[in-house]
């Protein structure tokens, strides 16, 4: 197989880029700067998700295309009331336009193969819930559910088009995000699986995606969370009663935490 994993040389995209070579692809990643490294037999092009011309430009010259993973994106913290306009626009242009984008170049590749094609879309638990502070990544994330299943109708049968929903994913940015090992150690506890994503995690659910073992599945959303986020209110009825049935529960802050990422460059937001 041949896979375009976008911005997938560090992060959660490393990790998708990491299962596809380990699964035997063959790998291509695009981000706005070149990497410092990569794993072996990974190509790369400097490509903005976000520049429809240079989009068509690199995916339409990949002509054994099979696989695209819609995986660059993120936000900046940003309070709706803050910052001008055209900043939060950005955020959404970069997690929804963008994946639009890409899909749009991908499906021209993949209706000619001879075996069609997968889009694979990495959305987020902060499209399902509110998402105060990356409230514009909450809608645009929230928007690409909606656009999955969208185009899942209108390029079937031969283009398969799904999206993985994750939780908080542990990454080079989980200190700026979680705090020190003794913050991102009491993040995991509000977990049920008892740890946050590892980038593999986020892979190998890609993996299965692309695989004949997923050839019944499009417009669905996988969601990988390791069990979601125990709802506040328990823990509240917990702490006001003793006579709650909840009270001797581990407590969780699972609902006022974001997976908020940072894209390095300010140019995303
Ligand atoms: N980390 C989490 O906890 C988490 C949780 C849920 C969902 N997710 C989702 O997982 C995906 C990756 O997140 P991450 O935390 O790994 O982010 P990250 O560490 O910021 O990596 C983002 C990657 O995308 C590239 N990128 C950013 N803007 C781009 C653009 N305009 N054109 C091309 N490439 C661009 C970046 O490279 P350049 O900056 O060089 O362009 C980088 O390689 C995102 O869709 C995010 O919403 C992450």
């Known amino acids: 197989m041949t896979v375009v994993v976008t911005g997938g040389v560090r992060g959660v995209g490393l990790g998708i880029t990491t299962a596809f070579r380990a699964a035997g692809a063959h790998v291509i990643t695009c981000a706005r700067r070149e990497p410092d490294g990569l794993p072996e037999g990974v190509g790369f092009e400097r490509v903005d998700v976000r520049d429809a011309d240079a989009v068509a430009d690199f995916i ?96 079937a049968p031969r283009v398969r088009v799904n999206a993985v929903t994750v939780g908080m994913v542990r990454t080079e940015k989980s200190a700026m995000h979680y705090g020190d090992a003794a913050g991102v150690a009491a993040v995991a506890r509000t977990v049920p699986l008892g740890r946050l994503a590892e980038p593999a995690d986020v892979g190998h659910a890609c993996v299965f995606l ?35 049935p909840t009270r001797g529960q581990q407590p969780s802050t699972g609902d006022a935490i974001a997976d908020t990422h940072t894209p390095d460059r300010e140019d995303n937001a």
């Open 60 to 155: 339409g010259g990949i002509a054994d295309l099979d696989v695209v993973v819609n995986n660059a994106g993120g936000t900046p913290y940003l309070p709706a009331s803050e910052g001008d306009a055209r900043r939060h626009a950005k955020v959404i242009e970069l997690n929804l336009i963008a994946p639009l984008i890409v899909s749009r170049a991908a499906n021209r590749v993949l209706q000619g193969r001879p075996g069609g094609g997968s889009i694979i879309m990495i959305g987020s638990v902060s499209g399902h819930r509110p998402s105060p502070g990356t409230a514009a990544y909450g809608a645009a994330k929230a928007g690409l559910d909606n656009l999955t299943a969208s185009l899942a109708v209108e390029w």
């Open 210 to 244: 692309a695989s004949p073992s997923a050839a019944y599945i499009s417009g669905a959303s996988l969601l990988l969370h390791g069990g979601g986020e125990r709802p506040a209110f328990l823990d509240a009825a917990a702490q006001a009663s003793t006579a709650s």
